[in-house]
T-cell receptor, first 114, second 109 residues
Framework: NAGVTQTPKFQVLKTGQSMTLQCAQDMNHEYMSWYRQDPGMGLRLIHYSVGAGITDQGEVPNGYNVSRSTTEDFPLRLLSAAPSQTSVYFC?????????????FGPGTRLTVT | GQQVMQIPQYQHVQEGEDFTTYCNSSTTLSNIQWYKQRPGGHPVFLIQLVKSGEVKKQKRLTFQFGEAKKNSSLHITATQTTDVGTYFCAGPSGSRLTFGEGTQLTVNP
């Protein structure tokens, strides 16, 4: 199993551009989530999904959209990039409920918005 | 929503010294998880504690869950340079997990 994969690993965007961060898992996990990590602020939840077709907002959802059309994939869309979205983005999955089961993290995408 | 507070934010130790990080919640937690993130890497699950007063050990790492299930600690005995990284605790908030801000550990050889 590849586990949780994320693409791209690095990305530079100009303010106002849009893009999609890809996340896929091959463990048949129901729960998937997106976090952003900024220095000194830990991991903040952006959006999460408890199963295909179901998504919900986390702590910092503004400026981001998600969809979950399949169990495997959970892309994160930046609608109009802003410098404040410069961060490291991690996708994670767990077998079922996100509050109780071990989270498996992807390698991350390092995004810079200029 | 549920928050878990973690202290200290940074800890510098000499190799061989002990290290402890603490995690506190204002409400009772059904469980608490600990993760380690190496510099430049991604968080990796270490352990989950579920029972009141639970203590679990992994080699030099000792994890404790408080009797009231509102706090937890991670203690590393005789740190090594391989222990360098950021340690996060995480507690449930509804159907999701909320992470503490982490403790960044540096170890001087």
């Amino acid at each position: 199993n590849a586990g949780v994969t994320q693409t791209p690993k690095f990305q530079v965007l100009k303010t106002g551009q849009s893009m999609t961060l890809q996340c896929a898992q091959d463990m048949n996990h129901e729960y998937m989530s997106w976090y952003r990590q900024d220095p000194g602020m830990g991991l903040r939840l952006i959006h999460y999904s408890v199963g295909a077709g179901i998504t919900d907002q986390g702590e910092v959802p503004n400026g981001y959209n998600v969809s979950r059309s399949t169990t495997e994939d959970f892309p994160l869309r930046l609608l109009s990039a802003a410098p404040s979205q410069t961060s490291v983005y991690f996708c994670a999955s767990s077998p079922r409920r996100g509050d109780y089961y071990e989270q498996y993290f992807g390698p991350g995408t390092r995004l810079t918005v200029t | 929503g549920q928050q878990v507070m973690q202290i200290p934010q940074y800890q510098h130790v000499q190799e061989g010294e002990d290290f402890t990080t603490y995690c506190n919640s204002s409400t009772t937690l059904s469980n608490i998880q600990w993760y380690k993130q190496r510099p430049g890497g991604h968080p990796v699950f270490l352990i989950q504690l579920v029972k009141s007063g639970e203590v679990k050990k992994q080699k030099r790492l000792t994890f404790q869950f408080g009797e009231a299930k509102k706090n937890s600690s991670l203690h590393i005995t005789a740190t090594q340079t391989t222990d360098v990284g950021t340690y996060f605790c995480a507690g449930p908030s509804g159907s999701r997990l909320t992470f503490g801000e982490g403790t960044q550990l540096t170890v001087n050889p």
